[in-house]
């Protein structure tokens, strides 16, 4: 087991999940007031397991990747909650610290690659030196592992093309020489925002049967963030749905997809296609994601929900169990009634 810099030494069993998010609020100070983006975030990614984050945009998905890699941009900031990396805090680490956990043991794969890669350098010299930082190995053996990484990654022909520049490649190519460099210093965690969006369909089956293989061979845990639900069915293991900045359900992917027990779960699923049923038309959620500073009272869901009732409108139900699942609804059969409270 690895030490992480900054953080006290501990004991991690085989059973220790490698990522756990508990309770985490992030917050977002302005001049006229906090605005709160995640609101007591809890999920936690076994080794080798692949969790996916779906909802549309403005959910918060991209928002609990920055918060776990240390990324938050200001004035944004964890106000509460803890990360904890294979049994270690690693959120109260300073700037140093977390860059040395970055890349060594937490990998980011981000939705554009040309944000990731810098035009001036070739693709070898970026994943040597990121090889380098993290890895004790000479230029030689630097070399090598990059040579290899590319090939591992489906780049063809990667004794040549090592030595290129990102514009000399593809979207879908530039997309892998970034997971190259999410995996250049053998990570166990790899957080991967969008990495499908923009690609076509060929690259994103391509994309998601390497991070299967990731999961499956090296035993990385990856979180995948993505809206869509495509992808989280074909890759994902387990699927969190996030909404206004909370979870609102979370469970194993074939029962989110087909047994939803949250509405907006239900109607994130009934947007998508399906070859096995005739329908004219696909379902619809009818308005839009409520602004930060327009968090709606009760269940943040309850002014686009088909099935509001009065509670829903006064109280903020938490997570509860939910068949295979757990949700965050008072629907949900077994939920606690108004004299019970929450």
Request: include cysteine.
């Amino acid at each position: 087991m690895r030490s992480i810099p900054g953080c006290s030494e501990g004991v991690a069993t085989m059973s220790t999940p490698l990522l756990q998010v508990k309770n985490l609020r992030v917050e977002f100070p302005t001049r006229h007031g906090t605005l709160l983006a995640l609101d007591d975030i809890s999920f936690d990614i076994a080794p080798g397991e692949i969790l996916g984050v779906v909802g549309e945009s403005g959910a918060g998905k991209s928002l609990t990747g920055a918060a776990i890699i240390g990324l938050l941009e200001p004035p944004g900031r964890v106000a509460s909650g803890e990360i904890l990396y294979d049994g270690r805090r690693i959120d109260n680490l300073g700037p140093d610290d977390m860059r040395k956990i970055r890349g060594r043991h937490i990998g980011a794969v981000f939705q554009d690659p040309l944000t990731s890669l810098n035009p001036l350098y070739s693709v070898g010299r970026q994943l040597t030196e990121t090889i380098q930082t993290h890895l004790d190995l000479n230029d030689a053996q630097a070399r090598e592992r990059a040579i290899d990484l590319l090939r591992q990654t489906g780049i063809p022909a990667p004794e040549a093309r090592i030595d290129q520049y990102p514009h000399q490649f593809s979207g879908g190519m530039r997309q892998r020489v970034v997971i190259a460099l999410a995996l250049a210093a053998q990570p166990r965690l790899i957080v991967a925002d969008e990495p499908t969006t923009a690609l076509d369909v060929s690259i994103q089956a391509q994309i998601i049967a390497l991070l299967k293989r990731l999961a499956r061979e090296q035993g990385a845990s990856v979180m995948l963030v993505t809206h869509d639900m495509g992808v989280i069915a074909e890759t994902c293991d387990r699927v969190a749905v996030m909404y206004a900045g909370r979870i609102v359900e979370i469970g194993p992917v074939a029962s989110v997809i087909h047994r939803p027990a949250h509405p907006y779960s239900r109607g994130l699923m009934g947007s998508i296609p399906s070859m096995d049923e005739d329908r004219e038309r696909l379902l619809q959620i009818d308005g839009a994601m409520p602004r930060l500073n327009a968090i709606p009272r009760g269940c943040a869901f309850n002014p686009r929900c088909p099935q509001v009732v009065p509670r829903c409108r006064e109280q903020r139900p938490d997570l509860m169990p939910a068949g295979a699942t757990q949700a965050a609804c008072w629907l949900v059969p077994g939920a606690p009634t108004a004299g019970e409270g929450a």
